[in-house]
């Protein structure tokens, strides 16, 4: 058992899990980034502002996936290196378009969405409560958030 009172193996299991996730929280984070500088065009100050709000939460995300991998006894990524190998969000620049941005967002809201849902089996079978409602709340708000996005896109 580790210091939190989990089994060491399936602890080291969910923190190179969340570590996978961690890595595409940052590429998602910084394509937001990239999106909020160069959205143009008749949506650019409602975008602009959206953008921003949804940044701001993707980097709260992060920090408090990092925290959990140390909680577990991980150690987080922490390099772009390391950010852009192990994640399954590839990043992407020059985006302006209202459209293929909030496609963007979409396709990376479903990534982390069923990795959230593959840690919250595996942390519910370890009997983690922490990783599991970290991934409940994470699900249930971004749940929300794709059917608003697609809402924008008139789907």
């Known amino acids: 058992m580790n210091n939190i009172g989990l089994d060491k193996a399936k602890s080291k ?8 996730l961690l890595a595409d ?4 984070y910084q394509n937001t980034r990239g999106l909020h500088w160069n ?12 953008f921003e709000e949804l940044y701001d939460n993707l980097i ?9 991998i140390l ?4 150690t987080p990524l922490h390099t772009f290196d390391d950010y852009t190998k192990n994640a399954s ?3 992407k620049k020059n985006i302006s378009d209202a459209d293929k941005s909030i496609k963007l967002i979409l396709e990376s809201f479903e990534t982390v969405l069923i990795k959230q849902r593959e840690l919250l089996d595996l942390s519910g ?6 990783t599991n409602a970290l991934m409940s709340d994470y699900i249930r708000e971004q749940e929300k958030l794709v059917w608003m996005y697609s809402a924008f896109l008139g789907k």
Not at 13 to 20: A, G, I, R, T
């Open 13 to 20: 299991q969910l923190s190179e899990k969340l570590n996978n």
């Open 25 to 28: 929280y940052m590429v998602f």
């Open 39 to 50: 959205i143009k065009g008749p949506k650019f100050f409602e975008l602009h502002l959206k």
């Open 60 to 68: 709260l995300k992060v920090d408090e996936i990092a925290e959990r």
């Open 71 to 74: 909680t577990l006894g991980g």
């Open 89 to 91: 969000i590839k990043s």
């Open 125 to 130: 079978e370890a009997g983690d409560e922490g």
